[in-house]
């Protein structure tokens, strides 16, 4: 049984800094602990900000913040204390089980896009019939080179995420970013800033995915 699930709720209109600072010390944590977790704009979400004041208590609806299995566990200061004492395991229920028939009030909100740096972990993003070739079926053995040629190392761009040692094509990469929702001039420029050179035939419109939603 897996631990009951995880929900952040963030915002992109961050125009506090303090603000920002929770949102980015939060994910952190989340991704360098590798804790699964799904993360909600309450700028653009209306169902997950209904979700978040029917939850949280009045005066704690706060950004960010989070439900544990639907459950209010406490502010940011709470989890920021949790993470001092070495009590997030507490915090977060990760050693409890979650029953989704049994334990699930209602389903939860659809995960959307978020604009928040870091808060869609890669491995979500990426579709599953790419996901052999960057994410080794073992976590505990060391990552490898999967293609062969004219690659260069992923890791070394997109660090934090847990893909230090696997290499990728310009070709490659190309199809990843536009699965992902991204096509012509975008795709190519995302592959140049990420160590590519970005040569290969651009993807054509039909593949595109120019109809990404957007908050």
């Not at 952190?28 to 939850?55: G, N, V």
């Not at 079926?137 to 690659?151: E, M, Q, R």
């Not at 590519?196 to 120019?210: F, I, Q, R, V, Y």
């Given at each position: 049984m897996p631990s009951p699930p995880i929900q952040v709720f963030l915002t992109t209109i961050a125009s506090q800094p303090e603000l920002r600072k929770r949102q980015e010390y939060i994910l952190?944590?989340?991704?360098?602990?590798?804790?699964?977790?799904?993360?909600?704009?309450?700028?653009?979400?209306?169902?997950?900000?209904?979700?978040?004041?029917?939850?949280?208590?009045?005066?704690?609806?706060?950004?960010?913040?989070?439900?544990?299995?639907?459950?209010?566990p406490g502010d940011f200061d709470a989890f920021e204390e949790a993470v001092e004492y070495e009590e997030l395991d507490t915090f977060l229920r990760l050693k409890e089980t979650w029953n989704a028939a049994v334990d699930e009030d209602r389903p939860a909100p659809a995960a959307k896009p978020v604009g928040v740096p870091g808060a869609v972990p890669v491995s979500q993003m990426t579709p599953e019939h790419h996901k052999p070739k960057f994410f080794p079926?073992?976590?505990?053995?060391?990552?490898?080179?999967?293609?062969?040629?004219?690659?260069f190392d992923i890791g070394s761009e997109l660090q934090g995420f847990g893909l230090q040692g696997v290499r990728v094509t310009d070709d490659e990469l190309k199809k990843l970013v536009e699965e992902l929702g991204l096509g012509g001039d975008d795709a190519a420029d995302i592959v140049k800033s990420l160590g590519?050179?970005?040569?290969?035939?651009?993807?054509?419109?039909?593949?595109?995915?120019?109809d990404t939603q957007r908050c």
């Open positions: 952190r944590i989340l991704q360098t602990k590798k804790i699964p977790f799904i993360s909600y704009d309450l700028a653009c979400d209306e169902e997950a900000k209904r979700l978040w004041k029917r939850k949280a208590p009045l005066d704690k609806q706060q950004l960010p913040g989070i439900l544990v299995g639907g459950r209010y079926k073992d976590p505990s053995s060391p990552l490898k080179p999967v293609n062969k040629g004219n690659d590519g050179d970005g040569s290969s035939s651009k993807p054509t419109a039909e593949g595109s995915g120019g």
